[in-house]
């Protein structure tokens, strides 16, 4: 094709700037609400030092992960506008940075006819729409962005030495805005071994991506951002070991290669019953251990005539590891956003094949046509989806649509036909989204809420006796529990429930004025 480096990462990134460029229009939704809408410390922060020390999540959510980088990002929008487009705008140009770099990368690794197809087909995946078209998706931007920087500068160690301070920099940078730069050191070795340069040539550039790493945990410690984990298990994966969690995933891997593969029908929320987790030997065990032996397989063999199928394979598994729910539980089975770094070994790998195997037997002519079909397919796609991210409403149409049977989507409905006073669709929801997922407190608590509005004791106070047990720390379910005991005729436990709750929150003001009502009307003390 004639094309250089240079001019691949140019065009890569500005396609995927035009495919970007409609989710400007978009609000903030969802997770966007928590992180940056209502967070007084960013729009108006006291010191930089104040942003760099919080926690990602705010403290009445958990107060868990530091994502220091992106935070500050976004305490910078508020100083240069503040209006949800201009953050939408700025994730567009994260987006087309991090698909120009991936670019280059994809050109170093193989050639840059090999970096255009890569670059043009990551730039219209719409898989990428969540991490786009939601603000808090910009972790991933930024961090992919960061990711491909540290290994561009690792490849050019060998020449110059000097650039292994590029790879700590850009590495410090990418811990700073996600967890998943952890695999760089990784990645690092991967991208060596690939080129046929060897372990031991990875060593340099691998040791100073692992310093940046090293240097984000101890900073972490030292500053006590909150807690690093993700602050909870997803449901399902409450309970399980390592080697539990994995066979449990295994099935669950296939929705990444229907993600990454055949991305027509998308959706915000794969959740049980969405999916299904089980631990229990099914035919998803089967197909899921086929498919990746299958690509294994593939990979092994072509590791010499195709070296590039056999490294986009690796990559995926590097780069996907951190949300597996293997080694460490996280608190969602499977989320869109996440799969942004890996899908750049997808597409890696299929272009390698298909500039390998196709350029030997297909017209020029045929090949660029079939390029620009998949390429025009997937912008129309990505384009169409990411309105769905514009507000919250249009959020929750959408999931009705696209993930009717997860917990959180009957959760959400069940709620809705309360509110609207059909109450027997509510409960009959709400009962099955507590089905879905026993161990969340959520949809328990909404359930006996309703339940306390309609004097209906004995229920309400079997929701929030199964919701303190789950989650001893749920405050809500503490302030309701006393009186609904009492209000039932269960005087004794009442009492119990009264005293539980004083000692655990004796700071509450709510729970001190409930517990004490209960203790004041004649239960034992």
Request: proline fraction near 6%; charge should be positive.
């Amino acid at each position: 094709m004639g094309v250089t480096a240079r001019q691949a990462a140019l065009v890569a990134g500005l396609l995927a700037a035009v495919v970007a460029a409609p989710s400007i229009r978009n609000g903030f939704a969802a997770d966007d609400r928590w992180i940056i809408a209502e967070r007084p410390l960013l729009q108006h922060p006291p010191s930089l030092g104040a942003v760099l020390k919080e926690p990602y999540w705010p403290v009445g959510f958990g107060g868990s992960l530091w994502r220091p980088v992106v935070l500050a990002s976004y305490a910078l929008d508020y100083q240069l506008g503040g209006s949800p487009h201009w953050f939408h705008a700025v994730n567009v140009f994260w987006a087309a940075v991090a698909t120009a770099l991936l670019t280059l990368l994809a050109c170093r690794l193989a050639d840059p006819t090999t970096g255009l197809v890569t670059g043009l087909l990551f730039a219209v995946h719409p898989v990428h729409v969540e991490a786009i078209a939601n603000v808090v998706g910009r972790a991933e931007l930024m961090a992919a962005a960061a990711y491909a920087a540290a290994l561009l500068c690792a490849l050019s160690v060998e020449r110059r030495p000097a650039y292994a301070i590029g790879v700590a920099l850009a590495a410090a940078f990418a811990i700073g805005c996600k967890e998943l730069a952890a695999t760089l050191p990784a990645a690092v070795v991967l991208i060596y071994v690939g080129r046929g340069a060897g372990v031991r040539a990875a060593l340099r550039p691998a040791a100073a991506a692992l310093l940046s790493i090293v240097g984000y945990y101890v900073a972490h410690g030292s500053v006590g951002a909150g807690i690093l984990g993700a602050g909870g298990t997803a449901p399902g994966l409450e309970g399980l070991g390592l080697l539990q969690r994995a066979w449990a995933m295994l099935p669950l891997t296939l929705e990444w290669w229907r993600l990454l593969l055949v991305p027509i029908h998308l959706a915000s929320d794969y959740s049980p019953a969405e999916l299904i987790l089980t631990t229990r030997f099914t035919l998803g065990h089967v197909v899921g251990a086929l498919v990746w032996v299958g690509a294994g397989g593939a990979a092994w063999r072509w590791r010499r005539t195709l070296p590039g199928a056999a490294l986009g394979l690796a990559w995926m598994i590097i780069t996907v590891s951190p949300v597996a729910n293997i080694v460490v539980p996280t608190e969602l089975l499977v989320a869109e956003r996440t799969l942004y770094l890996p899908s750049f070994g997808l597409v890696f790998g299929l272009a390698s094949l298909g500039v390998g195997w196709v350029a030997s037997s297909w017209p020029v002519r045929w090949r660029v046509v079939l390029a620009a079909l998949i390429v025009v397919l997937g912008a129309g796609r990505s384009i169409a989806r990411e309105g769905v991210w514009r507000d919250d409403e249009t959020l929750f149409q959408a999931a009705k649509r696209d993930a009717p049977r997860s917990y959180r989507t009957l959760w959400m409905v069940g709620k809705d036909e309360f509110q609207a006073g059909r109450w027997g669709s509510g409960e009959r929801l709400l009962r099955e989204a507590i089905d879905a997922a026993p161990a969340v407190v959520g949809p328990r608590f909404d359930l006996a809420r309703f339940y306390w509005d309609a004097k209906l004791w004995k229920p309400a106070a079997e929701q929030l006796t199964a919701a303190t047990a789950i989650d001893s720390a749920f405050v809500p379910a503490w302030r309701l529990l006393p009186g609904a005991l009492l209000a039932e005729g269960d005087t004794v436990r009442a009492g119990n429930a009264a005293r539980s709750a004083l000692r655990l929150f004796p700071d509450d003001p709510d729970i001190r004025t409930s517990a004490t009502a209960v203790l004041s009307a004649g239960h034992p003390r």
